[in-house]
């Protein structure tokens, strides 16, 4: 867990010992707590131990009941822990409640995440967006600042400050809230012009989605490794969030034809709003996306659970309706996998051992490409236009004529149109 001086930046990196703590009404969470601890060790942070408390409603002062909080502090004292850490989001005045009984850091599934993002963010663009949305959360719960807060930086201070440090902080915030959206607008005029590039240039772009840790880096890397371009390969780990920043890379088919891969930031249960609004601008690669690869998880038992929360974000961003394929991962820890028909086609893979990525690219290639075969008859003063074909489609044939080089090859719509002049019909 990272601490943040007042411009956000790292000063120190801290472990804990930590108790996770979940409020529920009726439902099982038993997944969420799960995902919970894998956030924690995402973040550097050592359960030792978890409690559970199912209530009608929830406990305005504190989430859970006060006996359990009580309960919660001899537990804290007892396992020697410097933390803890709660499934849901808590208020201003829970946290500062919480801390002050429990004497120990106490922080919720929101900070954590948030905190996560904060050591993964690498580009300028990522640190604004993480930064943007810490300072959302924090804004309404600058009444019940503590300990738990003080690591999200801009130094607010102390805990239950006067009304008037309030206000100071509140104008303090919500000014580099402004300076942070003018910031990420010129990020993405920037973005747009590149976008404008690419369509002109028209190259496909293909986007990897899925949950975090579904092997959404590791596919794009074993693409790059077919592609020969192994030295583009992006960073891989077994574990929640090891990608923030989108990545693309350029894939040029044996067939000449070429496309945009991008990698994205995965999407996990209970992700916070903000966190969503803030990396709308990285994720409108997704919306310019002319094929979205869902990746899922295979090897895990309940992965409807997360094709559906994946589904949820999708949507909330606006490209629910995009062409797509579901790409289930992770093929050689699970033999057994539901084939069954669905509303899109499955491609069954283990980014892995390469098993079935062949066959993926197959159906990308097919997807993503409206190409035509044509016959050009190419004048020889005109061994631009040839290259062009040589280098840029795929050549089926080619036989040099009297008259010209007459060349059989596969061409995107576009290119014909511009080229149909030499077509021998």
């Given at each position: ?5 007042e411009?956000?930046?790292v000063?120190?990196?801290e ?5 996770l703590?979940?409020f529920t009404r009726s439902?099982d969470i ?7 601890s894998g956030?924690a060790?995402?973040?550097?942070i050592?359960v030792?131990g978890?409690m559970i408390?199912?209530?009608?409603k929830?406990?305005?002062?504190t ?7 009580l309960e919660l502090?001899?537990?804290v ?7 803890v ?9 829970q ?11 106490v ?5 954590l995440?948030?905190d996560i993002?904060?050591s ?5 663009e990522g640190?604004?967006?993480?930064e943007?949305?810490q300072l959302r ?9 503590g300990?738990?807060l003080?690591?999200?930086?801009a130094?607010?201070?102390t ?5 008037k440090k309030?206000?100071?902080?509140r104008?303090h915030i919500?000014?580099r809230?402004?300076d942070?959206?003018a ?12 976008r404008?590039?690419?369509?002109k240039?028209?190259?496909p ?10 092997g ?9 490794s ?13 574990m ?11 894939i040029k088919?044996?067939?000449?034809q070429?496309f945009?891969?991008v990698?994205t930031?995965?999407f996990?249960?209970k992700l ?9 601008a990285?994720l409108e ?6 094929l979205?690869?869902?990746?899922v998880?295979s090897?895990y038992e309940?992965n409807?659970f997360q094709?559906?929360?994946?589904n949820?974000?999708l ?5 629910a309706d995009?062409?797509?394929?579901l790409?289930?991962n ?5 033999r057994?996998?539901d084939s ?6 499955k491609i069954?893979i283990?980014a892995k051992?390469?098993?079935g ?11 993503i490409?409206d190409d035509?075969?044509?016959k050009f008859?190419?004048p ?5 236009i040839s290259s ?6 795929n ?7 009297d008259?010209g080089t007459?060349?059989v090859v596969e061409?995107s719509?576009?290119d ?10």
């Amino acid at each position: 867990m990272l601490r943040f001086t007042e411009d956000n930046q790292v000063i120190e990196e801290e472990k804990h010992r930590a108790i996770l703590v979940g409020f529920t009404r009726s439902e099982d969470i038993e997944y969420s707590m799960a995902e919970l601890s894998g956030l924690a060790e995402a973040d550097n942070i050592q359960v030792i131990g978890e409690m559970i408390q199912i209530l009608p409603k929830p406990n305005s002062a504190t989430l859970i009941g006060s006996g359990k909080v009580l309960e919660l502090a001899e537990m804290v004292k007892r396992m020697e822990a410097d933390m803890v850490v709660f499934n849901n989001e808590l208020t201003g005045m829970q946290l500062r409640n919480l801390e002050e009984t429990l004497d120990v850091k106490v922080i919720d599934r929101t900070i954590l995440i948030l905190d996560i993002f904060a050591s993964r963010a690498d580009s300028a663009e990522g640190k604004l967006q993480v930064e943007l949305a810490q300072l959302r959360y924090r804004m309404p719960r600058l009444l019940g600042f503590g300990r738990s807060l003080s690591r999200l930086g801009a130094g607010i201070g102390t805990r239950g400050p006067g009304e008037k440090k309030l206000e100071t902080d509140r104008r303090h915030i919500e000014k580099r809230i402004e300076d942070i959206k003018a910031d990420l607008r010129k990020v993405q005029s920037t973005r747009m012009i590149q976008r404008a590039k690419r369509e002109k240039s028209d190259i496909p772009v293909v986007a990897l989605v899925g949950y975090t840790n579904s092997g959404k880096s590791a596919i794009m890397n074993n693409i790059l490794s077919l592609a020969e371009k192994e030295d583009k390969a992006v960073r891989e780990k077994d574990m929640l969030f090891a990608t923030l920043d989108a990545q693309q890379r350029n894939i040029k088919l044996g067939s000449n034809q070429e496309f945009i891969l991008v990698d994205t930031v995965g999407f996990i249960s209970k992700l916070p709003h903000g966190l969503v609004e803030a990396f709308k601008a990285t994720l409108e690669e997704v919306k310019f996306a002319d094929l979205l690869l869902h990746v899922v998880d295979s090897s895990y038992e309940d992965n409807q659970f997360q094709i559906d929360v994946t589904n949820q974000v999708l949507e909330e961003i606006g490209v629910a309706d995009k062409n797509k394929l579901l790409v289930f991962n992770k093929i050689d820890i699970v033999r057994e996998y539901d084939s069954s028909p669905s509303e899109y086609k499955k491609i069954f893979i283990s980014a892995k051992t390469g098993e079935g990525v062949e066959e993926l690219l197959e159906e990308v290639r097919r997807r993503i490409f409206d190409d035509t075969t044509v016959k050009f008859l190419i004048p020889y003063d005109r061994g631009d236009i040839s290259s062009y074909l040589c280098e840029k489609t795929n050549v089926i044939s080619m036989d040099y004529k009297d008259n010209g080089t007459e060349i059989v090859v596969e061409i995107s719509r576009s290119d014909y149109q511009r080229l149909r002049e030499f077509e021998v019909i």
